[in-house]
């Protein structure tokens, strides 16, 4: 049963008459709309408790910032870096976001990068002064992010950066935050396993847990989310709820684009260009995809799926803070949903979500559309089988 505390404390967070929580029989605590909502209004925004930039896009070169996950390159930086092309050019330059390298500070002991002073400032006081590498190129928290790339290959959902900021903020806090608690709950009552704890990851996930105790594992809180038990549920925890975070300068380029007055002539030959420059980067690294890091948000995680979303998660500030959207015209006492689905993955058969849905989040879609699909066949088309399989890689 869930504690009636916890809701009165999501409400007083909730700074918003737009929504309040509820409890959900089917999905236990959900978000609905507390009066009418008009479409693209902002239901409320949202830092994370937490956020961490990929392992493997620090590898290919993405600049973020270290707290924050802003953006510290500008559009064509990362057009060129992505498609190996330094001659490349982009149209409307005028309209590229722009980037202020003045502005920018550096850990005096690692040299990670941050957007601003103030951000440094909240990494150390959060987490950052207790797990800095001080640049040391064979410290082993370097040995174990090579050792975390071999076990989670792009796309990826989550990073040991992200875990070690965790840890990080276990320490310096001297406490550890009761939402993890809560979500832990989560995790043992689905009774179902998440794709990274199946048996052919186990030993490398002991290993990992391994070095992070022998590093950390003075501390006794550390000791207490480093057990083996926790430890297996902190990785499902933040598979499931983890957040990820869009801040690519060059997506946001790309939006600006979308928005300009713009003849159909000029319109066709944009997309054109545009298409192209995709392309070239597909070449290169693969299909673009505007996804930089994970976070863990409190209220945000409240937010229950549906195939049928009426809200969506937007980063608008182009750096880890959230907004949701209303999609569409929302009445009074409708539950508020996202799509934990990408749009790609929204289009494919009822059989295909709910299998990604359940090794992914650890349940059986129920939504009104997957009822409405429930006498279709439990077949995949050939394409979505190749969807899936380099779904399965990450």
Known sequence: MMNPEILKSLANKLDTTSCCPFISSAAGVGLRASKDIAAESILFREEPLISGQYS??????????????????????????????????????DDMPSVDPS???????????????????????????????????????????????????????????????IIGLVIVSGKIPEIFGEFYQTVEKSGNTHKVLQPEFIAQLDMLRDGLLQIFGENSLVQQI??????????????????????????????????????????????????????????????????????????????????????????????????????????????????YLSCCQLDSSRHSRRKF??????????CMKCEAQKNDPDVTSDEEEDSEEEMECS
């Open 56 to 93: 493997w896009g620090i590898i290919y070169g993405y600049e973020a910032c270290h707290h924050c996950l802003k953006s510290l390159e500008t559009p064509l930086e990362m057009l060129r870096r992505l498609t190996k092309d330094q001659n490349l050019m982009l149209p409307l330059p």
């Open 226 to 339: 480093l057990t083996r038990e926790n430890f297996i549920s902190l990785i499902a925890l933040i598979g499931m709820n983890g957040q990820g975070i869009g801040t690519s300068s060059f997506a946001d380029y790309c939006k600006r684009l979308d928005n300009l007055p713009l003849t159909k002539d000029e319109k066709d030959n944009l997309d054109n260009r545009m298409e192209k420059l995709y392309d070239k980067i597909d070449e290169e690294v693969g299909i673009f995809t505007n996804v930089e890091g994970t976070g863990l948000y409190e209220l945000q995680s409240k937010l229950n799926h549906s195939c049928q979303p009426n809200v969506q998660i937007v980063f608008g500030s182009s750096n880890h803070e959230l907004s949701v959207v209303a999609l569409r015209d929302i009445q009074q006492g409708e539950e508020l949903c996202i799509s």
């Open 103 to 165: 502005s920018f500070e550096f850990c005096p002991g690692c040299k990670v990068a941050f957007c601003s002073k103030q951000c440094l400032k909240n990494a150390v006081g959060q987490y950052h002064s207790a797990v800095c590498t001080n640049g040391d190129p064979n410290h082993p928290l370097v040995k174990l992010d090579e050792l975390w790339r071999n076990i989670h290959y792009p796309p990826e959902t989550t990073s040991l950066v992200f875990i070690v900021k």
């Open 357 to 366: 849905l359940l090794q992914n989040y650890l349940f059986e879609c129920e």
